[in-house]
């Protein structure tokens, strides 16, 4: 039991210690793909189906996957770049552009172990941040009254519990223990005035899955599911003490609920040849189950939203529409075993965005459909250690956003330019 609780313990703490926090959406809806440096380098096509621990994230069964004690830690840092283009709006005298993309930094941390007594059963843990956003625009622009900057962390805890019930066939189910924290705001009646927020924070419990068959020595497929959760974020919303003098800047205690998506990940790993694989995978998101957020007041008081009006608990005080589709995930490639040392890797993907319309498009969250190139490698430094690099671009396709403000008093026309870059860096051991 000690050697148990170490393992997770340092599992743990290399999440901890390289700073979980910092993540931004960079797939369809605000969903944080990268976790994994493995799966970065192919576009994660085949990722469900590997054999290293982070495909646990996709497939719980993948914690059967390496015997003895082992870990997997990742460190991913996105570079995006998201400019805003007004073409009509409110405030035609403001700045009419804007880049809303912050760098940010995503890490990731697994381990397992084999019991001794039964070696066809397996715990694990896996850290990682499953959703986030961070926004701010570079400068106050048209559509700041919209939405200004956001802030979504995430944090999510997923032990596991898995079962080889043959060489063929392993399964493997967990629970996510995830906390959220939110902070959105906007600018408050002109662009450069002080800004309106709300900010809270929640606790949700959801479920894991999963299945690893591996019918032929060359051909291994995984099924995984993550389940939905829905965050009750509790908080307050309030305006910056320099609204109205201050009049607004205590606030009201209030909640909104984010609703987060089921997820199915189906993947295969094909050999050709002994030392080439063909890799693939699909994946579904439940993004219509979203819905957009609305701030729920909790307490009796004033908001700003409401013209200064005493508003009791039940009150809608502010909402932005979300009516999203679900989302998509289509990506291949190949990896190559140079020699016993190094193997590489490349793929190419293709997504689906879960919001079609301009009108549903929130400024905070740059989506559109995506086409993703990716090259990575892995060189065996020892017996014991792995060290992966993945690299994607991803090139997202042109879009609009056409929104109000939560009071329908002004707009945002503007065209949406964006582009990511992703480098992902891991280690993978052996610990016994």
Do not use: C
């Amino acid at each position: 039991m000690a050697r148990i609780t170490q393992a997770i313990g340092r599992g743990a703490a290399i999440a901890v210690a390289v700073g979980i926090g910092a993540s931004s959406a960079m797939a369809g809806g605000f969903f944080v793909r990268e976790q994994g440096a493995l799966g970065q380098g192919a576009s994660f096509a085949g990722a469900g189906a590997s054999t290293a621990l982070s495909a646990m994230f996709m497939n719980s069964a993948a914690v059967t996957s390496l015997d003895g004690m082992n870990s997997d830690a990742s460190l991913s840092v996105i570079l995006p770049e998201a400019k805003f283009t007004a073409t009509s709006s409110s405030f035609p005298t403001a700045n009419q552009t804007t880049d809303i993309g912050i760098n940010a930094y995503v890490p990731a941390s697994y381990v397992n172990y084999q019991f001794k007594h039964d070696p066809k059963m397996y715990i694990g843990l896996g850290v990682n941040s499953p959703f986030g956003l961070k926004t701010e625009p570079d400068q106050p622009w048209a559509g700041s009254t919209v939405g200004a900057s956001s802030r979504l962390f995430t944090v999510n805890f997923n032990p596991t519990l898995g079962y080889k019930f043959s060489e063929k066939l392993s399964v493997g189910v967990g629970a996510q223990f995830e906390y959220a924290k939110g902070v959105f705001k906007f600018a408050t009646l002109a662009p450069t005035r002080a800004s309106t927020f709300y900010e809270g924070d929640s606790l949700a419990v959801g479920a894991t899955a999963g299945l690893m068959y591996t019918p032929t020595p060359s051909t291994r497929i995984g099924l995984g599911w993550r389940s939905q959760m829905t965050h009750e974020l509790d908080g307050r919303f309030a305006s910056d003490a320099s609204v109205s003098g201050g009049f607004f800047a205590a606030g009201v205690s209030a909640k909104v609920d984010l609703r987060l998506p089921d997820i199915v990940n189906l993947s295969l790993v094909q050999a050709i040849t002994p030392n080439m694989r063909l890799l693939a995978t699909v994946e579904w998101t439940d993004w219509s189950r979203f819905g957009g957020l609305e701030v729920i007041q909790d307490s009796t008081g004033r908001v700003v939203t409401k013209g200064g009006a005493v508003t009791g608990a039940g009150t809608s005080v502010a909402q932005i529409s979300g009516k999203w589709e679900d989302g998509y995930f289509f990506s291949g490639g190949l990896e190559y075993d140079v020699n016993k040392q190094l193997t590489v890797r490349a793929g190419g993907a293709y997504e689906i965005s879960p919001i079609t319309k301009a009108t549903e498009r929130i400024t905070s969250i740059p989506d559109a459909d995506r086409i993703w190139a990716s090259i990575g490698f892995s060189y065996n430094v020892n017996a014991a250690t792995t060290v992966d690099f993945g690299y994607s671009h991803v090139f997202v396709e042109a879009a609009q956003v056409d929104r109000w403000n939560v009071t329908n008093t002004n707009f945002i026309k503007a065209d949406l330019d964006a582009s990511v870059d992703i480098i992902s860096l891991g280690m993978r051991m052996k610990l016994n």
